[in-house]
């Protein structure tokens, strides 16, 4: 089994920026995709970013492109989701996620977080 525990959500303003934590333990040599993906109350789940195994190939929803960044440091099997020039419509709970095939869409994953609350306000 694999456990993932995010960190770092919180409240910030409109144009600013916040980051995320997603730590796994467990069977971390299972993991080959780890991200995120988010949801807001009252909407279905949003495919946010995803990193390969090696930490070089990343993928991005169109949403948050160009303005999210996903890292993976692989010895603390840890992934980061820098999110910079937040607007009011990337409020929702993020949940990291991971697969242990090449699925990239995370949206059902093989195993995920609790979730962490993101809320951007004007």
């Known amino acids: 089994q694999v456990q993932l525990v995010e960190s770092g959500g919180g409240l910030a303003q409109v144009g600013g920026s916040l980051r995320l934590s997603c730590a796994a333990s467990g069977r971390t040599s299972s993991i080959y995709i780890m991200g995120w993906f988010r949801q807001a109350s009252g909407t279905e789940a949003e495919f946010v970013a995803a990193?390969?195994?090696?930490?070089?190939?990343?993928y991005y929803g169109d949403s948050v492109k160009g303005r999210f960044t996903i890292s993976r440091d692989i010895a603390k099997n840890t992934v980061y989701l820098q999110m910079n020039s937040l607007k009011p419509e990337d409020t929702a709970v993020y949940f990291c996620?991971?697969?242990?095939?090449?699925?990239?869409?995370?949206?059902?994953?093989?195993?995920r977080g609790q979730g962490t609350q993101v809320t951007v306000s004007s």
């Open positions: 990193i390969g195994r090696n930490g070089v190939n990343t």
């Open positions: 996620a991971a697969n242990s095939n090449s699925r990239v869409d995370l949206r059902n994953p093989d195993y």
